[in-house]
């Protein structure tokens, strides 16, 4: 006997706060799909356990989020390469031999979303400048250098941690001091925030544009606000912005077509569903 009805999930601890149902429920009822996606609070300890259970329960997958995305990787029988290449995992599929895939779908949320928002940006047309160097910043880096991105500059506050990142990536690139960020712009076209600076509740980015290119574009990966200071400053000035909440849909969509089958559409009306989310707390 088969079934059509089909479960999918979000794995965080706390994960109350997750957007990631609004998003594939909207899918769902889209494409008349029979299924669900729902969120589970499953505490660090119990992480294997609770990966180990998606098949007995007849899930096809799930996301992981915080504090999951990089512990998870020890209980997975294959890890996508570019996910192994960022340390951390937030996709995984059920197999029907029943084995755990894990992968990293944050590169290509952010590329689809760079792509999406700014068209005609294309990785060839030169130097990118990326601030910060926790989790987003991986894949930030992985998806750029992916693309063939000609010169990446990293400007971390801790440069230590910005030089490991570049050495574990086993790429070339050019690592920055905190105090030369603004000086760092110069000729660059795109310009990335990875970092927690301008989001609400947190510090304000103190950064002067004044040597960034005006075709130069600029993401912020901060989503609260939707528009941040950087990208209404980058906005006045006649940069093309791209926001953060972009990501964090675009980065859905690998997931959904692999446990539901059909490649989903990032639609206004998903956006719009999604900023209404972000007014809830
Ligand atoms: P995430 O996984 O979401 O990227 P993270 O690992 O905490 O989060 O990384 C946050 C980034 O914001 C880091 O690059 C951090 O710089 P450090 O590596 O020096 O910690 C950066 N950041 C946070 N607060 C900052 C501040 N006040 N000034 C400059 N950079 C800051």
Known sequence: MTDSYRLAAVMGWPV???RSPVMHRYWLERHGLDGDYVKLAVPPDRLGPALRGLANLGFA??????????????FLDEVDPQARAIGAVNTITVLPDGKLHGANSDAFGFIANLKAGA???TAAS????VLGSG???????AALLQAGVP???IVNRTQDRAAALAKQLGADLKVLPWEQRNTALAGANLLVNTTSLGMTGAPALDLSLDALPAAAVVNDIVYVPLETPLLAAARRRGNRVVDGLGMLIHQGRPGFAAWFGIEPEVTPELRARMVATLATP
Do not use: M, Q, Y
């Not at 997958?61 to 020890?74: F, Q, R, V, W």
């Not at 030169?126 to 400048?129: D, E, Q």
């Not at 989790?135 to 880096?141: D, E, I, M, T, W």
């Open 126 to 129: 030169g130097p990118a400048v």
């Open 151 to 153: 010169e990446i500059r």
């Open 135 to 141: 989790g987003a910043s991986r894949a930030v880096l």
């Open 61 to 74: 997958g799930c996301n992981l989020t915080i504090p999951h995305k990089e512990t998870a990787l020890a």
């Open 16 to 18: 109350a706060h997750s």
């Open 119 to 121: 068209p005609g940006w």
